[in-house]
Nanobody, 115 residues
Framework: QVQLVESGGGLVQPGGSLRLSCAAS????????MGWYRQAPGKQREWVAA???????SYADSVKGRYTVSRDNAKNTVYLQMNSLKPEDTAVYYC?????????WGQGTQVTVSS
């Protein structure tokens, strides 16, 4: 059974930082590209960042320079370091594992940026 479990969300003040984690099980983690998405209330889910199996990373313009995605294949975990957080970063954050023939989503973790 495949599971992706996000953690690390919470309430943070503007300008603060959080690090999200997504622990995977049931897949050969190193063979999957990993992505982070978010969905704010009343909005569609949007792509945030991704890291390929090669380690190459990419980011949405809205988070470039503030967020860093990384992976630890030994721990089957992908991370999202979020710095200089803004109120508009408030959303449920999801991780996604993308394989050649299948994709899996986590259940999401809430991030709220508010003073």
């Amino acid at each position: 059974q495949v599971q992706l479990v996000e953690s690390g969300g919470g309430l943070v003040q503007p300008g603060g930082s959080l690090r999200l984690s997504c622990a995977a099980s049931g897949i050969i983690f190193r063979t999957y590209a990993m992505g982070w998405y978010r969905q704010a209330p009343g909005k569609q889910r949007e792509w945030v960042a991704a890291i390929a199996t090669s380690g190459i990373t990419s980011y949405a313009d809205s988070v470039k320079g503030r967020y860093t995605v990384s992976r630890d294949n030994a721990k089957n975990t992908v991370y999202l370091q979020m710095n200089s957080l803004k109120p508009e970063d408030t959303a449920v954050y999801y991780c996604k594992a993308s394989g050649t023939r299948d994709n899996y989503w986590g259940q999401g973790t809430q991030v709220t940026v508010s003073s």
